[in-house]
């Protein structure tokens, strides 16, 4: 069955015409702006994925397929509202700020690719970040998340926390604790589960019977809702609404938001030992940009040339974020101690003061 003939909510179908009467803020130039950042964030992955094949990144999970999901709520969050991404986030995480090298650092292995820091629209200094980093461990992120708001409603502060995660992820115990938890101490949180048809092997249609994801909201008493996952626009006017719900004190939601995993589920995986050819064809008639590229051509503000000015533009800053990732000097090997502990243990301090030791008779070795 073609999930995208299911009912949910859709302001632009894949031809890329308008089926619903567009929401106050979804105009022309907001619209740009947000496919800029789609095709982006698409040529990142690209390249991300082109430095895994050469050995100059680890293991990476690709995007292709979510850029309508990871764009529509980072543009939806307010600056000092917590997002809690999983691991397939980087275009959300892109709109909020955080650096490219910051995703390359991490997928590369470097833990300083957590330490994430804003650079404000005005010019000014970097400023810390309340984000979290990527969560890999599934759903283990919505405990995380549940705490974060519990600390936003105690300290009576009028933002919200968003966490996203998988179809995979509604299957484990963390996820149906979280939404519970969420429901009964009336959190300002918002779920949104990127139903991409994959966990892993999986298809979507053996890990759960339901219908719709969403449906697993009715069990713990918050707001469910499913929408269509390679609209930009219903993806950001429901997540919209949730997160103003949620500051509001009025509950949590949890949005269902069905796309399609378009790459293997990471570069160590080969999906097409388990997907037919014929549905991941069928399914790039439906991908996100193609369709709001649609949208946009036919009214009149995109055209062959802004396209491949801002493709050639794209390409530029994704070069430069690779050319100051692979010029970072390497961590210190002793780092590797130093954020395990609040107070680490004597053995540990032995052991780092040891491997400092080493490393430095390998520098005069070097050099001898």
Known sequence: MNVQT????????????????LPAWADLATLTAFYRDMVLTRTYDNKAVALQRTGK??????????EAFGVGIGHAMHP???????????PAMWVRGIAMEKNLQYWGGDERGSDFHVTPSNGGSPEPCHDLPFCVPIATQCTHAVGVASALKIDNQHHAALVTCGDGATSKGDFLESINCAGAWNLPLVFVVNNNQWAISVPRALQCAAEFLSDKAK????????VDGNDVVAVHDTVLAALDRARKGKGPTLIEAVSYRLSDHTTADDASRYRSSDELNQAWQFEPIKRLKAYLVANG???EQLEEEWLNSCKQQVEAAVEH??????QAPESAFDFLYEHAPAELNQQRDELINKAMRMQGGKHG
């Open 6 to 21: 299911l009912p949910m909510l859709r302001f632009i179908d894949h031809d890329g015409h308008s089926v619903n009467q």
């Open 57 to 66: 990144l680890g293991t990476y999970p690709s995007h292709l397929g979510s």
């Open 301 to 303: 503000v995109w055209n």
């Open 325 to 330: 990732y692979l010029s970072l000097p390497p």
């Open 80 to 90: 000092r509202d917590v997002f809690i991404p999983y691991y397939r986030d980087m």
């Open 219 to 226: 069990g713990a008493g918050i707001i469910g809702v499913t």
